[in-house]
């Protein structure tokens, strides 16, 4: 696959069955974050979507929310330079408006630092739902009709597309869930149209390098048909 999105789940369950608390879950996510960003590179994988923070997140307890936030900055403080030396572009999508000036200033500087990487992108979803992403895009479409540059009839998929966080990268060839529920949960829903699906059990911090060549060989194995039949695509 080219492009890979992984919803991480099951960090607190896995925490959970040790007798920790959901941190450690968190941060051992961190961990297999990655491993994954490695093997993906190994395997030719152009772009790396990954679901961190989701719109609906900031329900969770505030100390958790607190946490992850302070997690996501220091892992990307840490690893900033890791990308640099494996080549590595950092992008995040969604609304980071909501973060501390601190950790957008990070993440502005990071994405900068990483801007001529071009062996994997890897985009984190961060303060990302797939429904405030088309909401956006429709909105500055809206705005451009008022303006007048922009004309109703001209208002296609193909426009709309544009105006979504990562027009420029191919859609989703594969979307991995782990931790065994099987949903997007508002992830890139416009972007997974046509998507192959595929969910585990392994809980995020266990999911290792055999379990995402598993995933790959998977697909590997699946007819994709684009809404044509079987004869047109074989
Ligand atoms: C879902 O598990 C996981 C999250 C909400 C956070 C994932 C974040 C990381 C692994 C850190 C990412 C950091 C970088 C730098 C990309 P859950 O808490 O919903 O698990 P559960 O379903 O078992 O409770």
Redesign the pocket.
């Known amino acids: 696959p080219e492009h890979v999105a992984i919803i991480?789940?099951?960090?607190?369950?896995?925490a959970?069955q040790r007798g920790k608390a959901?941190h450690a879950?968190?941060r051992a996510?961190?961990e297999?974050?990655r491993r994954v960003i490695e093997t993906c590179g190994q395997q030719g994988v152009r772009v790396l979507t990954?679901f961190?923070?989701?719109s609906e997140?900031w329900q969770r307890p505030k100390t958790e929310v607190k946490m992850?936030m302070e997690?996501?900055f220091t892992?990307?403080n840490r690893?900033v330079r890791r990308m640099k030396k494996r080549n590595v572009r950092l992008r995040i999508i969604g609304d980071i408006s909501a973060f501390s000036d601190k950790l957008q200033k990070l993440i502005i500087e990071s994405e900068k630092t990483t801007a001529d990487n071009d062996c994997l992108l890897l985009q984190?979803a961060a303060n990302y739902g797939g429904r405030w992403d088309i909401t956006q895009a429709a909105r500055k479409l809206a705005e451009q009709v008022e303006q007048g540059e922009l004309k109703v009839d001209q208002i296609t998929e193909e426009t709309l597309a544009q105006h979504l966080s990562c027009p420029d990268v191919p859609e989703p060839d594969l979307f991995i869930r782990t931790?065994g529920?099987k949903r997007i949960s508002n992830f890139l829903l416009w972007q997974c149209a046509y998507t192959e699906l595929y969910f585990c059990e392994t809980?995020?911090p266990d999911f290792d390098q055999e379990d995402l060549l598993a995933a790959f060989r998977d697909y590997a194995g699946r007819q994709r048909r684009f809404g044509r039949v079987a004869e047109q695509v074989s």
């Open positions: 991480m789940d099951g960090n607190g369950r896995w959970q959901r879950g968190h996510g961190v297999t974050v990954l961190a923070f989701s997140n992850l997690l996501f892992a990307l690893e984190v931790g529920e809980l995020w």
